[in-house]
């Protein structure tokens, strides 16, 4: 199983308890030094950085999986990263390793493979030359999702075979599909290999990405902006992977809540940054054209891990960047 899947079968409270407070360093024993990389460590008798500290003590190897390590062994430790920065990493706790490829998942390309690749002139996903391509097992869901639509049609009262509807079953079929992609895509496949090595600690922040997806409770949609924001600890994320993770987890039955945690964990999973921040601001339109229709009204949900979460100031900081025109 994934990374990526155990996120999409994860509920509100699960997510909870794989961000775990304990993985982050606290508020009031770290603060973020504009003009120092090394995180410092506040006392009553004064302050040290971290690498001081470290002198003073004696070293410890934090525990780091191996491949093969036995399910069910939690990680929560703070990995120092390499260089001359020393601010924690942020690691998730999960229930088992994460599996590696053994040879039977399929493996992104070289080169795109597009509509002209011979053996996919009849695919109909080719919509993301970036992404490899999943084999066709949902398009056979087609017939069987036509079906239901043209039951549906009935339902309602329309006659299903008149010139307007008669190939409306199987639009919408291939709609649902499209609005619901991101069930295809993994977390591994969308890095593609983006997650370079570079000496940077400054906040990266991408702002107002564009976000669709379907309410899971009256499958209508809601849509709106994401804004993300990470603290790198010698590791930075290709930025269009930023933009890439939102349609992963946005393009499936959601609620905004879920939505915005795992866009947050998905990236402290990529790049094991010191601390990951995301806001989502959203319009749904069960609230717009049924139930209350409020057609002004904005939902606004955040996550807020490590750093961000700990550290005032850093929070500020990032809404600041988020909110400035």
Not at 21 to 43: E, W, Y
Not at 112 to 139: A, M, V
């Amino acid at each position: 199983m994934s990374f990526t899947r155990q996120l999409s079968e994860m509920s509100a409270s699960e997510l909870n308890d794989a961000i775990d407070d304990t993985n982050f360093p606290q508020a009031h024993i770290l603060s973020r030094g504009r003009n120092n990389s090394v995180c410092s460590t506040s006392s009553t008798s004064g302050t040290s950085s971290l690498a001081d500290r470290a002198l003073s003590q004696p070293e410890e190897q934090p525990a780091i999986p191996q491949p093969g390590s036995a399910v069910g062994t939690p990680t929560d430790e703070l990995v120092p990263s390499s260089g001359a920065t020393n601010r924690p990493r942020l690691i998730l706790k999960t229930n088992g390793s994460i599996p590696e490829n053994d040879g039977t998942q399929p493996t992104t390309p070289m080169t795109p493979r597009t509509s002209t690749t011979p053996g996919h002139e009849k695919c109909t996903f080719h919509h993301d030359l970036e992404l490899d391509h999943k084999p066709p097992t949902r398009e056979a869901l087609l017939p069987d999702m036509a079906r239901s639509y043209r039951l549906l049609l009935g339902g309602l009262g329309e006659n299903p075979d008149r010139q307007g509807l008669i190939k409306t079953p199987e639009r919408a079929a291939k709609a649902m599909l499209y609005f619901t992609k991101g069930y295809d895509q993994c977390l591994e496949d969308v890095l593609n290999g983006a997650v370079f090595d570079e000496d940077h600690d400054e906040m990266v922040v991408v702002k107002d990405i564009e976000m669709f997806s379907m309410c899971e409770h009256h499958l209508v949609p809601f849509y709106g902006k994401v804004s993300i924001g990470y603290l790198p600890c010698n590791k930075i994320l290709g930025l269009s992977k930023l933009a890439r993770i939102v349609e992963i987890f946005s393009r499936r039955l959601q609620v905004q809540e879920r939505l915005t945690k795992q866009i947050a964990v998905a990236v402290t999973q990529a790049v094991q940054p010191a601390g990951v921040a995301v806001v989502v601001e959203g319009v749904h339109m069960c609230m717009v054209m049924r139930g209350v229709q409020k057609i002004n009204s904005k939902t606004v949900t955040s996550t807020m891990l490590g750093v961000f979460r700990d550290d005032p100031k850093t929070r500020e900081e990032f809404l600041n960047l988020v909110n400035s025109k």
